[in-house]
């Protein structure tokens, strides 16, 4: 069980700024009083009943502690400290303050391959340490992706936000519905055991909309998108991947498998050779033989990605810089701070109110239930009731029988006493007669025998 400080953070921490917000979390930049240190705060609001769906469950936010105390990488987000209230748990993490790696490299005018492995080389360095450890990240996406300093000559990649990831026991059976739908891989889409083969497809995706700047399975609406998905229904259009060399389409495609057991391990993935060679392939056969100018590849919907999917996500839990828009908009970054403001807070009371709505059709159904279970034992009762009161009718008519019988047996019976005494009188009166008739026949009498009549 996860351990945690019982104390008023702000006893050890100062609070500044709000860095970022998710649903049931709030990250804000902090600085420890003892050393000066700049961190990140991470406030999740907590459950407060078991039957509510306000809040993050005990059991999740130990579980995503007891993960970060485990993790200790150059490319993974680290725990500093964690201290709990009535209200929420607070986990003050390394401050990652460069912004997401897609916001950077859409910064710039072209990308090429050399520099996409570079950074997807990091990537996977982090998940294989995670791997090594049997973790599961579940949640790979851009804006878990961060830059701990985008300044600096070679920006180190920092994984973030480990809410649902879980440790894979050996011969444990597990499944569940999380992650970000555009993300997810079939088998959590199909309700199938999950492994860390699921954070392979993730690196696929991300690997994908890198090089293209579209998404593979990306549909008008999350069905749709889940039944691409789980169809493995995408392509290498032309108009994306016209200066992608080879090599990295087969990265993608060894990764985009359907089946986790044939697809590339975070091993394999290493040892590809578009991640393990630098040097890129992006010579045509005809210009074998001359050094062409290195291809680059386009940001620009890579650019138009991230903008779109910044303005169509509801808020995260990630410590993004929101400054997402170029130079010509930064003159109206004050109005849509407060845009984005009233954005969150409009989020908040949709979300307050679904949580109400959910909490009025749980307990409706719990109510409706009840009334029905009630009902019915009502019903019960009321057919026990009914022949009860039947076998009532029925003893009384049989109790009126019964005591008329009775009442004609009483009477026989008088008869019968009646006849009775009669006849007892009637044989005392024959006794005596033969009693005085023996004695007038005794031997001292020889008188004759007189007639009764």
């Known amino acids: 069980m996860a351990l945690f400080r019982q104390e008023d953070v702000e006893l050890h921490y100062h609070m500044g700024e709000e860095l970022g917000s998710g649903q049931f979390a709030i990250v804000r930049r902090c600085r420890e009083k ?79 391959e050399e520099e996409a492995t570079q950074f997807l080389k990091q990537i996977l360095e ?35 936000d480990f809410g649902i990831a879980h440790q894979i026991s050996a011969g444990n059976e597990f499944k569940n519905i999380f992650g970000t739908p555009e993300f997810v891989a079939p088998e959590i889409v199909n309700y199938e055991p999950l492994g860390l083969e699921a954070d392979m497809w993730s690196i696929g995706v991300i690997t994908y909309i890198l090089l293209s700047g579209a998404s593979p399975f990306l549909g008008e609406t999350k069905q749709e998108t889940l039944a691409n998905i789980s169809a493995v229904s995408y392509d290498f259009d032309e108009e994306y991947f016209s200066s992608t060399s080879e090599l990295a389409k087969d990265f993608i495609r060894r990764l985009l498998v359907k089946d986790p057991r044939k697809r590339m391990t975070i091993y394999d ?61 930064e003159e ?53 009731l009914q022949g009860a009161a039947a076998e009532r009718r029925r003893g009384q008519d049989e109790a009126r029988v019964t005591l008329a019988a009775a009442n004609a047996l009483r009477r026989r019976l008088g008869c019968l006493e009646n006849r009775y005494d009669a006849l007892a009188e009637q044989l005392a009166s024959e006794v005596r007669w033969v009693e005085e008739l ?16």
């Open 332 to 384: 109206t970054a004050a109005a849509e701070e407060g845009l984005r403001g009233l954005s969150r807070g409009r989020g908040g009371c949709r979300d307050d109110m679904a949580a109400l709505l959910s909490i009025y059709e749980e307990k409706e159904g719990w109510y409706r239930g009840q009334r029905d279970a009630v009902e019915a034992e009502l019903r019960q009762i009321r057919g026990g």
């Open 126 to 160: 982090g998940v294989q340490y995670l791997h090594s450890k049997r973790i599961a990240h579940f949640d790979l996406k851009p804006e878990n992706i961060m830059l701990l300093d985008k300044s600096a000559p070679s920006p180190r990649i920092k994984l973030i």
């Open 269 to 329: 993935s290493l040892h590809h050779p578009w991640i393990k060679v630098i040097k890129r392939r992006n010579v045509r056969p005809e210009e074998a033989g001359r050094r062409p100018e290195r291809r680059r590849l386009k940001t620009t919907r890579l650019k138009e990605y991230t903008m779109k999917s910044h303005s169509s996500m509801p808020p995260n839990n990630t410590y993004a810089d929101f400054q997402r828009l170029s130079q010509v908009l």
């Open 34 to 112: 003892t050393t000066g240190s700049d961190y990140a705060a991470k406030f999740i609001k907590k459950r407060r009943l078991t039957s509510s769906r306000r809040g993050v469950s005990r059991e999740e936010i130990e579980r995503e502690v007891n993960i970060l105390r485990e993790i200790r990488h150059a490319n993974i987000v680290t725990l500093h400290d964690v201290f709990e209230n009535k209200t929420d748990v607070i986990l003050v993490l390394e401050l990652v303050s460069g912004g997401e790696l897609f916001d950077f490299l859409a910064e710039k005018e072209s990308l090429s």
């Open 438 to 453: 023996v004695r007038s026949i005794g031997p001292e009498n020889n008188a004759p025998v007189p007639s009764r009549h």
